[in-house]
């Protein structure tokens, strides 16, 4: 995937919204979660040191996607904000810091991921942000999360998307968050984070361009319109691989497909509106 940041492509040091040290054993990380029988864990920060930021130094590791993506999420001050498959917790922490006063949850599947994630949001001053360790597709999840009125104004995620039997990294934590097996894909995602939208509330996802369809098709089945798509081109001129897909529960607008944002300049740095998002946790409108 030249020219883009591949779903997962790690954020390393001298790119424009993270910086991170060397891996480090994870009783560095103590001071974040206190366990010292985790994997290890890299220390960084996101958004240009804005916001304090551990990962496992193995398997997935975040890419630009989480923070775009929360940067594409239209929330206002007192709002409550959901995110699924939330993994270490990057685009909500990076919400909370362009939106203060927000109510995010965030909701992770993999323990061990979820105790980190929880590990980042006690490390930042964000205290309108908490983690839920479960499953989205769990019809009990508003009453888990203590959803206000089991209901939330946005959700966003970035959801499985490789088809099950594709060529996929082997590590298991990454498999589970990247892969589509039976009653674990993008329909089954939307439909239980559509569940818990509130009349009007949006959904944005990340995916691939390939499943672009899949995504609209779900969102029609949840009784999500007035669909939008954001391309993410790697330069000008070059096809999009990256879609950002937003909805509005109940909404009844025509679909619209967007100019989209362009990520790199023809010498392979970001373009000014990238970072801007990815430095300074800006906004991306649309």
Request: glycine share 18%.
């Given at each position: 995937m030249d020219g883009q940041a591949a779903p997962g492509r790690d954020l390393v040091h001298g790119s424009l919204s993270m910086t991170e040290r060397s891996p480090i054993p994870s009783p560095s990380c103590q001071s974040l979660s206190g366990d010292e029988s985790g994997p290890p864990c890299t220390s960084g920060t996101l958004l240009n040191g804005r916001v304090r930021y551990a990962q496992f130094a193995h398997g997935h590791r975040?890419?630009?996607?989480?923070?775009?993506?929360?940067?594409?999420?239209?929330?206002?001050?007192?709002?409550?904000?959901?995110?699924?498959?939330?993994?270490?917790?990057?685009?909500?922490?990076?919400?909370?810091?362009?939106?203060?006063?927000?109510?995010?949850?965030?909701?992770?599947?993999d323990p061990a991921t979820a105790s980190l994630a929880r590990a980042n949001l006690t490390a930042n001053p964000f205290r309108g942000l908490r983690l839920v360790c479960a499953d989205v597709r769990d019809p009990a999840l508003a009453d888990l999360a203590s959803l206000p009125s089991g209901r939330v104004d946005h959700a966003f995620a970035n959801p499985p998307w490789h088809r099950a039997g594709s060529s996929v990294p082997p590590e298991a934590r990454r498999q589970l968050a990247r892969t589509q097996v039976a009653g674990n894909d993008i329909r089954n995602w939307v439909g239980a984070m559509g569940r818990l939208l509130r009349a009007k509330g949006t959904l944005t996802l990340a995916v691939p361009a390939a499943c672009v369809d899949q995504a609209i098709i779900a969102f029609g089945q949840a009784h999500i319109g007035s669909v939008t798509l954001m391309p993410l081109w790697p330069r000008d001129g070059q096809a999009a691989r990256l879609v950002l897909v937003r909805g509005r529960k109940d909404g009844r607008g025509d679909c619209q497909l967007l100019s989209g944002l362009v990520l790199h300049c023809t010498d392979g740095s970001f373009t000014s509106a990238v970072e801007a998002i990815l430095r300074d946790g800006a906004p991306l409108l649309f």
């Open positions: 975040t890419g630009i996607e989480p923070v775009l993506l929360a940067a594409s999420v239209p929330a206002r001050v007192g709002e409550t904000v959901l995110e699924a498959g939330c993994g270490a917790a990057a685009g909500l922490l990076c919400l909370g810091w362009r939106v203060p006063g927000v109510m995010g949850v965030g909701v992770e599947y």
